[in-house]
């Protein structure tokens, strides 16, 4: 403790602050960590950040890249804007943590690749890494202080011993309580599970115990590769344990020991013992009171790594083969059917993919709410996806396509893009390994989706093409619709607007001829929003209205709803018929008012309101819609929508003459716009820059983007990109967005 204070406590000016605590397995480093840290915490008042890295769990290590997804959505990033690639995750993590003083634990890391990413800038935070390994790279490179955590001394192992045991028993011979100290390595682990042993048969001679924790026969080989005494202590102390439990106790640790996550409910692991809850919980508190186990909250529990590879162990050495299969149906069944309860409260789930009704021995979770199955899915979702890796092992593609399809529609209540992605990508793998066409065309179907939304758009629009024939093939029109759709929003987001504009309307009159009314509608209003951005005005309102009747029927989505009413707004605009674009807008928040809406589709529109004061030259009365819009901030995900509001702000308070501000704002949208497939955004709010340069009398950099602004919009043919390259070329009056 005192080391670590030292440590700690570094010049701040030094640089980055960071000690990594180093020792044995079971030497103690995360309880000497949290100790620490709850220790000095009042001197971090910005918060604290922890991660279990698991680098030396069975399964794999979590990568930094998931990391640090939980530490930005813990620092209040919506998971929508948490970006895809690494070094983006790490540089706004950066950015965040600058000047904060917080704490950041980085609990059992394995390398130092684990750890650099999740490194803040400066020497405000205090970060505190525990490994097994010396990590000497962090501390040649990255200036890390190491304080290492070695073996009790053998006073310490003793009055360990003796304040587990002293409720228990008082008259033990202190030679012996050293004998059993030793044969623990006096490893704090190792301790802790014999005096609980000792402490649970007060009568019993600790000469006995020790005779016996001597010569028990060794159950475990997980470690001989490591022939140390360390080794060989927690081996001997860890069979010797697992032995004298009761009988069904025993069965409960092994078979625990095949689920395939890192921490488990209570109702997990009813399902994966077949039996009753509370029959199960009794057993979760044996082994937690015999430290086998770790309770962490109320219901949840977990194995320390290396107690859960000596469970695995054992389960393989002493449990018949069909139980340990049978045990593990039960767990995937129960883990199902509770996905499928907590997807069914979703707006986005197939529920004829699981049968509605779980097998008679296995009771799933049950959900009150929508909240509630949230929840769930995120205490739960790294078990899933273990789950998903066991299945897959076990060569069960059914099974696989069955579990990832379900949870699927979970992964936008909580999972991150790339979860979303490695989801949908493990039900197309399942579905491949069967002879289910439906499933293979579904999971095609939802990989394009996934692809879609972190801006993979190339293999987006081959996989949606792939579901598409899968649809056609199988007579699926309600499939062929949403596959259409799909392919469409992927070729307009790539500007191919021809093409795009072709694939609706073809979609639309093919669900019209079979029946599917509902994607007839949502597929015209898209045909209506291609035709707004092909400059086709007039026809997008009449294409607009049309949809919006149709729309406007009981069972219809309310979303589309207002999507349809903003092309039909923005049209107006471009056609300078003020009075009906403020009535199309005042339609649209009388819905809102009555109906609520999505915060992203309520920003939309106010964008739209702000546009139209600009268009009218009236940029004063552009000011309100724009903060309110602003002000819905994090809600407001979806970054082209953010590039457009920015540039709206940049566009109104350049109007109003606070030019400096106006750059400023126009820069942000640069920013939100690069990285992104549609060039055509990131010219425009580059050409809008480039005004507000000028204004500055910045005419280089003005330049420099309107140069840049020209070649993003090469191959472009459209008439909008071609009005915005005369506009650039002669640095004309400023057009519509």
Known sequence: ??????????????????????????????????????????????????????????????????????????????????????????GLYRSLLAGRRMLVVLDNAATPGQIRPLLPGDGAPLVLV?????????????????????????????????????????????????????????????????????????????????????????????????????????????????????????????????????????????????????????MLDTLAGAHLLEQTSAARFQFHDLLRAFAADVAAADEPEDERQEAFRRLHEWYLHSARAASALTQNV???????QAPPEVEPERFGDYRQAVDWYAVEHTNLRGLIRSLEQAGDGGAVYRLAATIWPLTFTFGSADERLSTALAALRGARATDDLTAQARALRNVASSERLTDDLTHSRVHYREALAAFESLDNPAG????????????????????????FTEAAEHARADGQAQWAAILRSNVAHVMAYQGLAAAAIEVGEQALSELATPGRQGSAILETYSTIARAYIE??????????????????????????????????RAELALAMGQPADAEGPLWQAQNLGRALHHRDQQARMLSAIGRTLHALGRTAQAADFHRQAVASSRGRHDRFRLADVLSRLADTLDALDQGDEAAAARTEATTLLSGYQDPRAAGLRARLAGHGASSQP
Not at 44 to 68: E, N, S
Not at 133 to 140: F, I, K, V
Not at 350 to 356: E, G, N, R, S, Y
Not at 580 to 597: E, F, V, Y
């Open 1 to 90: 403790m005192a080391a670590l204070a030292e440590a700690g406590a570094a010049e701040e000016a030094a640089g980055l602050r960071m000690v990594v605590v180093v020792g044995t397995a079971g030497a103690g480093k995360t309880s000497l960590v949290m100790r620490f840290a709850h220790q000095v915490r009042a001197s971090f008042p910005h918060g604290d950040l922890f991660v279990d890295l698991r680098g030396y769990d069975a399964g794999a290590p979590v990568p930094p890249t998931a990391a640090l997804e939980r530490f930005l959505r813990a620092l209040g990033v919506p998971t929508s804007e948490i970006p895809q690639d690494l070094e983006d995750r790490a």
């Open 130 to 282: 525990t490994s097994r390994s010396r990590l000497s790279g962090l501390t040649a490179r990255d200036g890390a202080r190491r304080v290492s955590v070695g073996l009790l001394d053998q006073a310490g192992a003793v009055a360990l011993i003796r304040a587990a045991t002293s409720d228990y028993r008082s008259s033990d011979d202190s030679g012996q309580i050293a004998e059993l100290a030793e044969l623990c390595a006096r490893l704090p682990l190792a301790l802790r599970i014999a005096a609980e042993r000792a402490a649970a048969r007060p009568f019993m001679a600790l000469g006995d115990l020790v005779a016996e924790l001597r010569s028990g026969p060794g159950l475990w080989q997980a470690l001989s590769a490591d022939d140390d005494q360390e080794a060989d202590a927690v081996r001997t102390v860890f069979a010797w344990s697992y032995r004298v439990l009761p009988g069904p106790a025993a069965r409960a640790f092994r078979l625990l020991g095949l689920h395939p996550g890192p921490e488990f409910g209570s109702g997990a692991a009813a399902a994966l013992l077949g039996l009753p809850h509370q029959r199960a919980r009794l």
């Open 350 to 356: 197939a529920t004829d993919v699981v049968d509605a």
């Open 480 to 503: 062929s619709a949403d596959a259409a759709n799909g392919l469409g929003l992927v070729l307009f987001a790539e500007r191919h607007l021809d093409e795009a504009l072709l694939v």
């Open 575 to 608: 056609l300078e018929r003020w009075d009906q674009a403020l009535t199309t807008l005042d339609t649209a928040d009388r819905i809102i008012s009555a109906d609520g809406a999505d915060p992203l589709l309520q920003a939309l529109l106010l964008i739209d």
